[in-house]
């Protein structure tokens, strides 16, 4: 059976986003943004509102680079949640945008990435990646760096959610 680069990316992706949903069972708004505290001392470690909000900013870059149609990023996104932020403690719940906003973002942008891939064809993954640096040393296409964003990276982030959960007491998802 043939299949099209693209669909196989949105078949990885399909099992990040899988994990990703799976990843909030039992977290409450009001934890959202807050470093886990194990015995009282908080953990400097990447809670789910960064983990949500930092993913949600490769969505709209992976569309750009597919040549389809992206939404725009909030700037308080972009600021609160790029690869050179910090992972800071909500404690008063105003440093970052609500938990339900930031899963609209989240889940609307990789909802349009799936389709994207599924419909792009295989010439467009041959194509330069049109990164600088290191990124594009790594990944030298746009299909072999759409299939880190959509893999390997959602991935790796998810990871730090399930550390997380487990120091917040949650347990495995």
Same mark, same amino acid.
């Given at each position: 059976?043939?299949?099209? &680069?693209?669909?196989?990316?949105? /078949? =990885?992706?399909?099992? $990040?986003?899988?994990?990703?949903?799976?990843? #909030?069972?039992?977290?409450?708004? *009001?934890?959202?943004?807050?470093?886990?505290?194990?015995?009282?001392?908080? +953990?400097?470690?990447?809670?789910?509102?960064?983990?949500?909000?930092?993913?949600? #900013?490769?969505?709209?870059?992976?569309?750009?680079?597919?040549?389809?149609?992206?939404?725009? +990023? @909030? *700037?308080?996104?972009? #600021?609160?949640?790029?690869?050179?932020?910090?992972?800071?403690? /909500?404690?008063?719940?105003? #440093?970052?945008?609500?938990? /339900?906003?930031?899963?609209?973002?989240?889940?609307?942008?990789?909802? %349009? +990435?799936?389709?994207?891939?599924? =419909?792009?064809?295989?010439? +467009?993954?041959?194509?330069?990646? @049109?990164?600088?640096?290191? %990124?594009? *040393?790594?990944?030298?296409?746009?299909? $072999?760096?759409?299939?880190?964003?959509?893999?390997?990276?959602? %991935?790796?982030?998810?990871?730090?959610?399930?550390?997380?959960?487990? %120091? *917040?007491? &949650?347990?495995?998802?």
């Amino acid at each position: 059976m043939s299949r099209t &680069l693209g669909n196989v990316i949105a /078949d =990885s992706l399909g099992l $990040s986003l899988i994990y990703a949903e799976r990843m #909030l069972k039992g977290v409450q708004p *009001e934890r959202f943004g807050r470093l886990a505290a194990p015995g009282g001392t908080p +953990v400097v470690s990447n809670h789910p509102a960064f983990v949500y909000g930092h993913l949600s #900013l490769y969505a709209p870059k992976v569309l750009v680079q597919l040549g389809h149609p992206a939404p725009a +990023v @909030p *700037e308080l996104f972009e #600021l609160g949640f790029s690869k050179d932020a910090a992972c800071r403690d /909500d404690v008063d719940g105003d #440093l970052y945008p609500p938990m /339900d906003e930031v899963l609209v973002f989240f889940r609307e942008g990789y909802r %349009m +990435v799936t389709g994207a891939l599924r =419909s792009t064809p295989d010439d +467009v993954f041959d194509q330069p990646n @049109p990164a600088e640096g290191r %990124m594009r *040393e790594l990944f030298p296409t746009i299909g $072999s760096v759409q299939n880190f964003y959509c893999g390997g990276h959602i %991935m790796l982030h998810i990871g730090q959610l399930s550390a997380w959960r487990r %120091m *917040e007491g &949650l347990g495995p998802a």
